[in-house]
């Protein structure tokens, strides 16, 4: 359940400026991993707010709308290239770290989803299961899933043989076959494609 009991703490201690972070896109074959930053009113709580991934499509959409019209929120990414040169956890660090550093308001304490924190300027605490706890994690778990499965719609304009818009990038079944079939994009981690062949072998 949603409550501001991180936010409040982190006002208490004197850090007035507190965002959430969160990613999406750790798991797929293809595409960034996209990492968002939000700062929330305080005592701001959008109706429906919630993990991103309790919510409907329509349901994030609809918050994202209203999270970017009345909060403080940035984007921060890591391409497949960097996913492949770092791996995926370092490359997540690096996307939230050029979230909170795009943020046009300067955060000056962050709250992020997960058990780890790399490399950030400013004081952070994790908090597993954030973005079910926290609004501010919650509301950039909306940002970050809504800006990647865009961005998966365009991928598949431009790669539409790999049916991109579909399982934005996850190793579905369907998504293996195509990449055994057709060989990578540009677009795919080549450092994950290990996944999609390994599983085709054990069936």
Do not use: Q
């Not at 700062?39 to 918050?63: C, Q, T, V």
């Not at 999270?67 to 490359?91: F, Q, R, S």
């Not at 690096?94 to 950030?120: Q, T, Y």
């Not at 079910?132 to 909306?142: D, L, V």
Request: charged share 30%.
């Amino acid at each position: 359940m949603l409550d501001f009991k991180y936010e409040n703490e982190c006002r208490e201690a004197g850090f007035m400026s507190v965002c959430g972070i969160d990613e999406a896109g750790r798991g797929p074959l293809a595409g960034n991993v996209v990492a968002a930053a939000v700062i929330l009113p305080e005592g701001f709580l959008p109706d429906g707010l919630d993990d991103s991934k309790k919510l409907s499509e329509k349901k994030r959409e609809a918050l994202y709308k209203t999270i970017t019209e009345n909060a403080v929120w940035a984007v921060g990414e890591a391409t497949p290239k960097e996913i492949d040169t770092y791996n995926i956890l370092e490359a997540t660090m690096i996307a939230m770290n050029r979230a909170v550093d795009a943020l046009a308001v300067k955060a000056d304490f962050a709250l992020i989803d997960g058990n780890c924190a790399r490399h950030f300027k400013i004081p952070v605490k994790t908090v597993i299961g954030g973005d079910g706890k926290s609004p501010s994690i919650a509301a950039a778990s909306i940002i970050a899933k809504v800006t990647r499965d865009r961005e998966c719609v365009e991928l598949d304009k431009k790669y539409p043989e790999y049916d991109f818009k579909k399982h934005k990038g996850y190793p579905t079944a369907a998504h293996r076959a195509k990449v055994i079939e057709l060989g990578p994009c540009p677009e795919h981690r080549r450092s994950f494609l290990k996944f999609a062949y390994k599983e085709n072998e054990e069936k």
